[in-house]
Antibody, heavy 126, light 109 residues
Framework: EVQLLESGGDLVQPGGSLRLSCSGS????????MSWVRQAPGKGLEWVSG????????YYAESVKGRFTVSRDNGKNTLSLQMNSLRAEDTAVYYC???????????????????WGQGTLVTVSS | QSVLTQPPSVSGALGQRVTISCTGSGSDIGANHDVNWYRHLPGTAPRVLIYGNSNRPSGVPDRFSGSKSGTSASLAITGLQAEDEADYYCQSYDSNHYVFGSGTKVTVL
Protein backbone atom coordinates (compact mmCIF):
# COMPACT_ATOMS: atom_id res chain seq x y z
CA GLU A 1 0.00 0.00 0.00
CA VAL A 2 1.38 3.39 -1.03
CA GLN A 3 1.85 5.75 1.91
CA LEU A 4 3.16 9.30 2.10
CA LEU A 5 3.58 10.78 5.56
CA GLU A 6 4.37 14.47 5.90
CA SER A 7 5.86 16.05 8.99
CA GLY A 8 7.39 19.33 10.11
CA GLY A 9 4.42 21.68 9.87
CA ASP A 10 4.37 24.30 12.62
CA LEU A 11 3.68 27.90 13.61
CA VAL A 12 6.55 30.15 12.55
CA GLN A 13 7.09 33.91 12.55
CA PRO A 14 7.34 35.91 9.32
CA GLY A 15 10.89 35.78 8.04
CA GLY A 16 11.51 32.46 9.73
CA SER A 17 12.41 29.05 8.35
CA LEU A 18 10.88 25.60 8.42
CA ARG A 19 11.75 22.22 6.95
CA LEU A 20 9.05 19.80 5.84
CA SER A 21 9.67 16.10 5.33
CA CYS A 22 7.75 13.37 3.57
CA SER A 23 8.41 9.69 4.11
CA GLY A 24 7.31 7.38 1.32
CA SER A 25 6.61 3.64 1.50
CA UNK A 26 4.83 0.94 -0.46
CA UNK A 27 6.44 1.89 -3.77
CA UNK A 28 9.88 2.28 -5.32
CA UNK A 29 10.61 5.80 -4.10
CA UNK A 30 13.72 6.22 -6.25
CA UNK A 31 11.68 5.72 -9.43
CA UNK A 32 9.01 8.34 -8.75
CA UNK A 33 9.09 12.06 -9.42
CA MET A 34 7.67 13.97 -6.45
CA SER A 35 6.06 17.35 -5.82
CA TRP A 36 4.83 19.60 -3.05
CA VAL A 37 1.39 21.13 -3.46
CA ARG A 38 -0.24 23.52 -0.99
CA GLN A 39 -3.68 24.82 -0.16
CA ALA A 40 -4.03 28.12 1.67
CA PRO A 41 -7.10 28.59 3.90
CA GLY A 42 -10.17 29.06 1.72
CA LYS A 43 -8.13 28.83 -1.46
CA GLY A 44 -7.46 26.27 -4.16
CA LEU A 45 -4.57 23.94 -4.80
CA GLU A 46 -1.22 25.49 -5.78
CA TRP A 47 1.76 23.54 -7.08
CA VAL A 48 4.87 24.60 -5.12
CA SER A 49 7.83 22.52 -6.24
CA GLY A 50 8.80 19.32 -8.01
CA UNK A 51 11.86 17.07 -8.15
CA UNK A 52 12.80 14.34 -10.59
CA UNK A 53 13.23 10.74 -9.47
CA UNK A 54 17.02 11.02 -9.36
CA UNK A 55 16.95 14.46 -7.73
CA UNK A 56 18.76 16.02 -10.66
CA UNK A 57 15.84 18.15 -11.82
CA UNK A 58 14.23 20.65 -9.43
CA TYR A 59 11.42 23.04 -10.26
CA TYR A 60 9.64 25.84 -8.38
CA ALA A 61 6.59 28.06 -8.59
CA GLU A 62 7.46 31.72 -9.09
CA SER A 63 5.91 32.51 -5.71
CA VAL A 64 8.55 30.47 -3.84
CA LYS A 65 11.58 30.56 -6.15
CA GLY A 66 14.69 31.66 -4.28
CA ARG A 67 13.10 31.00 -0.87
CA PHE A 68 12.23 27.28 -0.97
CA THR A 69 14.53 24.36 -1.77
CA VAL A 70 13.30 20.85 -2.59
CA SER A 71 15.52 17.80 -2.11
CA ARG A 72 15.24 14.06 -1.73
CA ASP A 73 17.20 11.20 -0.16
CA ASN A 74 16.41 8.07 -2.13
CA GLY A 75 18.37 5.95 0.32
CA LYS A 76 15.97 7.01 3.08
CA ASN A 77 12.82 7.32 0.92
CA THR A 78 12.45 10.90 2.04
CA LEU A 79 11.39 14.11 0.30
CA SER A 80 12.13 17.47 1.91
CA LEU A 81 11.18 21.09 1.47
CA GLN A 82 13.36 23.74 3.10
CA MET A 83 11.35 26.94 3.44
CA ASN A 84 13.15 30.20 4.21
CA SER A 85 12.02 33.83 4.45
CA LEU A 86 8.51 32.69 5.16
CA ARG A 87 5.61 35.06 4.58
CA ALA A 88 2.04 35.16 5.82
CA GLU A 89 0.90 34.09 2.35
CA ASP A 90 2.84 30.84 2.73
CA THR A 91 0.32 29.74 5.36
CA ALA A 92 -1.23 26.56 3.99
CA VAL A 93 -1.60 22.82 4.22
CA TYR A 94 1.34 21.35 2.35
CA TYR A 95 0.80 18.04 0.56
CA CYS A 96 3.50 15.63 -0.50
CA UNK A 97 2.62 14.17 -3.90
CA UNK A 98 3.87 11.22 -5.93
CA UNK A 99 3.82 11.45 -9.71
CA UNK A 100 3.12 8.49 -11.94
CA UNK A 101 6.28 9.06 -13.98
CA UNK A 102 9.93 9.19 -13.06
CA UNK A 103 11.93 7.94 -16.00
CA UNK A 104 12.76 11.42 -17.31
CA UNK A 105 14.18 14.42 -15.51
CA UNK A 106 12.03 17.08 -17.18
CA UNK A 107 8.97 18.33 -15.26
CA UNK A 108 6.84 18.00 -18.38
CA UNK A 109 7.15 14.24 -18.20
CA UNK A 110 6.39 13.72 -14.49
CA UNK A 111 2.81 12.79 -15.35
CA UNK A 112 -0.22 13.11 -13.15
CA UNK A 113 -0.10 13.01 -9.38
CA UNK A 114 -1.06 9.44 -8.65
CA UNK A 115 -0.98 9.65 -4.86
CA TRP A 116 -1.15 12.39 -2.22
CA GLY A 117 -0.26 12.52 1.45
CA GLN A 118 -2.65 13.80 4.11
CA GLY A 119 -0.86 17.14 4.42
CA THR A 120 0.90 19.13 7.13
CA LEU A 121 -0.13 22.62 8.27
CA VAL A 122 2.28 25.53 8.08
CA THR A 123 1.17 28.74 9.77
CA VAL A 124 3.21 31.91 9.33
CA SER A 125 2.15 34.50 11.87
CA SER A 126 3.55 36.74 14.56
CA GLN B 1 2.19 31.65 -13.71
CA SER B 2 -1.45 31.46 -14.74
CA VAL B 3 -4.25 29.64 -12.99
CA LEU B 4 -6.70 27.70 -15.11
CA THR B 5 -10.24 29.08 -14.90
CA GLN B 6 -13.08 26.96 -13.53
CA PRO B 7 -16.61 27.93 -12.43
CA PRO B 8 -16.68 28.40 -8.64
CA SER B 9 -19.62 26.06 -8.25
CA VAL B 10 -21.96 23.72 -10.10
CA SER B 11 -24.95 21.83 -8.76
CA GLY B 12 -27.28 19.09 -9.86
CA ALA B 13 -29.92 16.76 -8.56
CA LEU B 14 -29.28 13.13 -7.74
CA GLY B 15 -28.89 11.16 -10.96
CA GLN B 16 -28.35 14.20 -13.15
CA ARG B 17 -25.34 15.10 -15.29
CA VAL B 18 -23.04 18.03 -14.52
CA THR B 19 -20.02 19.35 -16.36
CA ILE B 20 -17.10 21.40 -15.11
CA SER B 21 -15.15 23.54 -17.56
CA CYS B 22 -11.45 24.36 -17.34
CA THR B 23 -10.21 27.21 -19.50
CA GLY B 24 -6.55 27.81 -20.15
CA SER B 25 -4.45 29.49 -22.79
CA GLY B 26 -2.12 28.82 -25.66
CA SER B 27 0.80 28.22 -23.30
CA ASP B 28 -0.78 25.51 -21.18
CA ILE B 29 -3.77 23.45 -22.37
CA GLY B 30 -3.55 24.97 -25.85
CA ALA B 31 0.10 23.95 -26.15
CA ASN B 32 -1.07 20.34 -26.30
CA HIS B 33 -0.26 19.63 -22.66
CA ASP B 34 -2.29 17.00 -20.87
CA VAL B 35 -5.06 17.89 -18.44
CA ASN B 36 -5.62 15.92 -15.25
CA TRP B 37 -8.58 16.16 -12.88
CA TYR B 38 -8.58 15.69 -9.10
CA ARG B 39 -11.30 15.44 -6.49
CA HIS B 40 -10.67 16.92 -3.05
CA LEU B 41 -12.72 16.57 0.08
CA PRO B 42 -11.59 19.12 2.70
CA GLY B 43 -9.38 17.53 5.31
CA THR B 44 -8.49 14.57 3.13
CA ALA B 45 -5.93 13.80 0.45
CA PRO B 46 -6.93 14.71 -3.12
CA ARG B 47 -7.46 11.87 -5.60
CA VAL B 48 -6.88 11.70 -9.35
CA LEU B 49 -10.07 11.14 -11.34
CA ILE B 50 -8.90 11.68 -14.92
CA TYR B 51 -5.38 11.69 -16.35
CA GLY B 52 -4.09 12.42 -19.82
CA ASN B 53 -7.27 14.37 -20.71
CA SER B 54 -9.67 11.45 -20.78
CA ASN B 55 -8.27 8.38 -19.03
CA ARG B 56 -9.68 6.95 -15.82
CA PRO B 57 -7.40 5.24 -13.27
CA SER B 58 -8.57 1.86 -12.06
CA GLY B 59 -11.20 2.21 -9.38
CA VAL B 60 -12.71 5.42 -10.75
CA PRO B 61 -16.29 4.84 -11.89
CA ASP B 62 -17.14 5.34 -15.55
CA ARG B 63 -19.60 8.04 -14.45
CA PHE B 64 -16.57 10.35 -14.65
CA SER B 65 -15.28 11.35 -18.09
CA GLY B 66 -12.89 13.98 -19.39
CA SER B 67 -12.37 15.74 -22.67
CA LYS B 68 -10.18 18.44 -24.13
CA SER B 69 -10.43 20.78 -27.08
CA GLY B 70 -8.24 23.71 -27.99
CA THR B 71 -7.45 25.72 -24.86
CA SER B 72 -10.17 24.14 -22.72
CA ALA B 73 -11.03 20.88 -21.02
CA SER B 74 -14.07 19.57 -19.23
CA LEU B 75 -15.06 16.98 -16.66
CA ALA B 76 -18.48 15.37 -16.83
CA ILE B 77 -20.16 13.51 -14.00
CA THR B 78 -23.21 11.47 -14.95
CA GLY B 79 -25.64 9.81 -12.56
CA LEU B 80 -24.73 12.31 -9.83
CA GLN B 81 -24.49 10.73 -6.38
CA ALA B 82 -24.39 12.23 -2.91
CA GLU B 83 -20.77 11.21 -2.44
CA ASP B 84 -19.79 13.30 -5.46
CA GLU B 85 -20.07 16.45 -3.34
CA ALA B 86 -16.50 17.72 -3.26
CA ASP B 87 -14.11 20.21 -4.79
CA TYR B 88 -12.77 19.40 -8.26
CA TYR B 89 -9.56 20.76 -9.81
CA CYS B 90 -8.09 20.56 -13.29
CA GLN B 91 -4.32 20.67 -13.72
CA SER B 92 -1.97 21.13 -16.65
CA TYR B 93 1.56 22.27 -17.47
CA ASP B 94 3.06 25.61 -18.53
CA SER B 95 6.72 26.48 -19.00
CA ASN B 96 8.34 24.35 -16.32
CA HIS B 97 5.47 24.82 -13.89
CA TYR B 98 2.38 22.85 -13.08
CA VAL B 99 -0.80 24.90 -12.95
CA PHE B 100 -4.05 24.06 -11.21
CA GLY B 101 -7.51 25.30 -11.92
CA SER B 102 -9.25 27.65 -9.51
CA GLY B 103 -11.45 24.80 -8.29
CA THR B 104 -15.17 23.98 -8.56
CA LYS B 105 -17.42 22.98 -5.71
CA VAL B 106 -20.00 20.40 -6.75
CA THR B 107 -23.23 20.41 -4.75
CA VAL B 108 -25.75 17.60 -4.99
CA LEU B 109 -29.27 18.92 -4.53
Amino acid sequence: EVQLLESGGDLVQPGGSLRLSCSGSGFTFSRSAMSWVRQAPGKGLEWVSGVSADGGGTYYAESVKGRFTVSRDNGKNTLSLQMNSLRAEDTAVYYCAKHLGGALRELLYFGEISFWGQGTLVTVSS
Amino acid sequence: QSVLTQPPSVSGALGQRVTISCTGSGSDIGANHDVNWYRHLPGTAPRVLIYGNSNRPSGVPDRFSGSKSGTSASLAITGLQAEDEADYYCQSYDSNHYVFGSGTKVTVL
